[in-house]
């Protein structure tokens, strides 16, 4: 192998050109390091974007880490450093040397470009010579434009994959990329999801981030295996009829020396002014998105996940602190934007631009918003003024709804505008509900923990909380343990407490949920109008002398029809009338009461005809059993 990096041209013409436009969309094969075979010899060229340095090159294990073996040579046109080092294999350590414009040494850097990264708290970069993995989900990819759709049934597991299941008999150890394929995608797929969500897998020094503070824009976490075992996983979960979705951090980056920071001895990434370019919430540095390089380089990150591991969409983290100059800051703290307003107008320009992109470039690809404002057009189309995310989560609903079943059920009858209120504005948005990691963590307790009352009770409402989450209008995402009450709050540096999972009540929690993602699949009426008024109606809304509330849900075919009542109180109520769009033969589809869920079997013995009594503005109705704390669904005979 040669000592020197030679001066190949790495960065083509065009290349260049695109790159200072901000149009270059595969960025990730020609910046960092890529093998080539450049006249007749093998090895790997290297490119760095430092516009402000004085003087780059690569160092690694192949030149003992010396900066004056491997120099690399600026572009100066578009702020770039390259070179060819031939003979260097995959597999390899590095990391870049780079002086500021001072002549200042600065600490070693990691590639922003890196395919690959050491296991943490080792940070060096690795050489990855075979990019090719052989997938084999030709039949999901097919499909998965429909499977992501509006009036597609979207049911997502979120998941943390360092806690989802350790090996404690093995030094607490993680599982692999290969062996979640193996556990974390069956037990999914089997529980009836449609989607499984990655909190943050791109690499990232700290575990106690989560992954929200990435130094890896391109690189899955070595924790968990190597970037052909994570695309393993994303090709077992499309076998198993699941897609993937990736948790995204595009608002800010952590101030590690070997990461983006002063990453050429100036602000290259991040904003200069602290009141714009340092998150004090979280202690990181705010991506300068009005920078052209920097905005095309997040892009094409979020590009690359989507075509190099066939992922099927990226949720955006924190969207509210991206888009507001004054989130989390005090006044004076600050600056406005140019209309004086605390609208970050770059922001959400780039975030138009991001969806656009990802929208245009990759067919079948979704973008979801973790917004928590009422910041107008999250999911608006980009063309109609919007910010052109597919989907939003409804933090209002999740707020709006916990605090609501935190209440005794003696409480509970005078707060039903809680449950109510959100249906002023559930068509506002394309909108997700979640019950997310962020509810379970820091003091909120689980949710099972949330639910006040014996251990009847407790399991009872968050058999109703699940069950009203199910019929409302949104698409839906539970957290990794809800499938069987995990009792404490989560904690990312041990297993969820699977060793609970078999106990009666937990079990049948478990069964709850296989049963509502199969009738949520199965009938149109609970996810075709998600989006549109039209597929709901309430019937009633402030009972609250009994804690009960009572609505209709409706396919495009209008026929398609569920109704869903909710009993909120400790008390079961008999002879409850409500009324019906339609005549004829209601079957209990679902009753959270029922044995098999660890309920009581108080109901309506499967079925219950109507009377020809006008009841809430409908001139049918049914008489009802409604249990305590319970849910039922309903639809007429042949709907």
């Known amino acids: 192998m040669s000592n020197d990096a030679e001066h190949v041209p790495i960065f083509g013409e065009t290349d260049a050109y695109l790159f200072a436009e901000g149009t270059h969309k595969r960025l990730y094969d020609v910046l960092g390091a890529n093998p080539r075979h450049i006249d007749g010899r093998d090895g790997f060229a290297f490119a760095v974007w430092a516009p402000n340095a004085r003087r780059a090159s690569v160092v690694g294990d192949f030149n003992d880490w010396d900066g004056r073996s491997n120099p690399l040579y600026l572009r100066r046109e578009c702020g770039v450093w390259e070179g060819f080092v031939p003979g260097l294999a995959g597999g390899a350590r590095y990391k870049f040397e780079l002086e500021d414009r001072f002549g200042q040494l600065l600490p070693l850097k990691a590639d922003p470009f890196a395919r690959a990264a050491e296991m943490r708290p080792a940070n060096a970069s690795i050489t990855l010579a075979e990019r090719r993995y052989d997938w084999h989900d030709d039949a999901w990819m097919a499909e998965r434009d429909a499977r992501g759709r509006r009036n597609a049934p979207i049911a997502i597991y979120e998941v943390h994959l360092g806690s989802w299941q350790r090996k404690p008999e093995e030094n607490n150890r993680f599982l692999t990329y290969r062996e979640l394929a193996e556990t974390l995608v069956p037990h999914v797929a089997g529980l009836g999801f449609s989607h499984l969500e990655l909190l943050p897998i791109t690499e990232h020094p700290f575990d106690g981030s989560w992954g929200y503070q990435t130094t890896g824009l391109f690189a899955p976490t070595s924790r968990f295996g190597t970037p052909a075992d994570f695309a393993y996983f994303v090709d077992a979960a499309h076998r198993a009829g699941l897609g993937v979705i990736l ?97 970050n107008l770059e922001a959400t320009a780039f975030l138009r631009r991001f969806n656009e992109t990802v929208y245009g470039e990759v067919p079948g690809a979704i973008t979801i918003a973790e917004e928590s404002t009422a910041f107008p057009g999250v999911s608006t189309p980009a063309y109609a003024g919007g910010l052109g995310f597919g989907y939003k989560w409804n933090m209002g609903w999740m707020h709006d709804t916990l605090a609501f079943f935190e209440r005794d059920p003696l409480y509970r009858t005078f707060h039903l505008d809680e449950i109510s209120f959100g249906l002023v504005y559930a068509f506002s948005e394309n909108f997700v509900l979640p019950l997310s990691h962020d509810e379970v963590v820091h003091g909120k307790r689980s949710l099972i923990g949330r639910m006040p009352g014996g251990t009847f009770e407790r399991f009872a409402s968050l058999r109703l909380l699940y069950a009203l989450m199910y019929a409302h209008p949104g698409k839906k995402l539970l957290f990794m343990g809800a499938e069987f009450a995990q009792e404490v709050e989560w904690n990312a540096d041990v297993s969820l407490d699977w060793h609970l999972a078999a106990e009666p009540e937990r079990a049948a929690i478990g069964q709850l949920l296989r049963d509502l993602n199969s009738h949520y699949r199965a009938i149109p009426a609970l996810h075709e109008l998600d989006a549109v008024g039209e597929g709901f109606s309430w019937i009633v809304y402030d009972d609250r002398q009994n804690g009960v509330v009572a609505f209709e849900r409706f396919g495009t075919d209008r026929s398609q029809q569920l109704v869903a009542i909710c009993n909120f109180s400790g008390r079961r109520i008999d002879d409850y009338r409500i009324g019906v769009s339609r005549e004829g033969w209601y079957r209990e589809t679902l009753n959270t009461d029922a044995a098999v869920y660890g309920g009581r079997n108080e109901g309506n013995l499967g079925g219950v005809h109507t009377q020809a009594m006008s009841s809430h503005g409908r001139t049918q109705s049914l008489v009802l059993t409604v249990p305590a704390l319970g849910a039922l669904w309903l639809r007429p005979e042949g709907a």
């Open 247 to 343: 948790d995204w951090v595009p608002g800010h980056f952590p101030t590690d020396a070997h990461g983006l920071a002063w990453f050429d001895g100036t602000h290259l990434y991040e904003h200069a002014d602290p009141r714009i370019g340092y998150h004090r919430e979280w202690g990181t540095l705010v991506y300068n998105l009005g920078r052209t390089e920097v905005a095309e380089i997040l892009i094409n990150s979020a590009l690359f996940w989507l075509r190099e591991f066939h992922l099927d969409g990226l949720r955006v983290d924190a969207v509210s602190s991206i888009v507001y100059l004054d989130y989390s800051r005090e006044a004076g703290d600050w600056i406005p934007n140019k209309y004086g307003g605390n609208e």
